[in-house]
């Protein structure tokens, strides 16, 4: 699944993930919910990298420009 800048925000995908990281630290989190919550992690990452491998893209061709 590749993200575009369009449809995908960077900002809201951090706050995310480090509400994640909260929650997984937090001893009342149980097991299945840390699964839940390491699976949408996975997600959140992989559209991360996807989104920061596009801007490069778009500002490396300008450099070529």
Avoid: H, N, W
Wanted: glycine residues 2%.
């Amino acid at each position: 699944m590749t993200v575009t800048m369009k449809d995908f925000d960077y900002s809201k995908a951090i706050a995310e993930l480090e509400a994640i990281a909260t929650r997984v630290e937090d001893p009342e989190t149980g097991l299945d919910d840390i699964d839940a919550l390491v699976t949408r992690s996975k997600l959140l990452v992989k559209q991360c990298r996807d989104y920061l491998r596009t801007v490069r893209d778009k500002v490396d061709s300008l450099d070529k420009d």
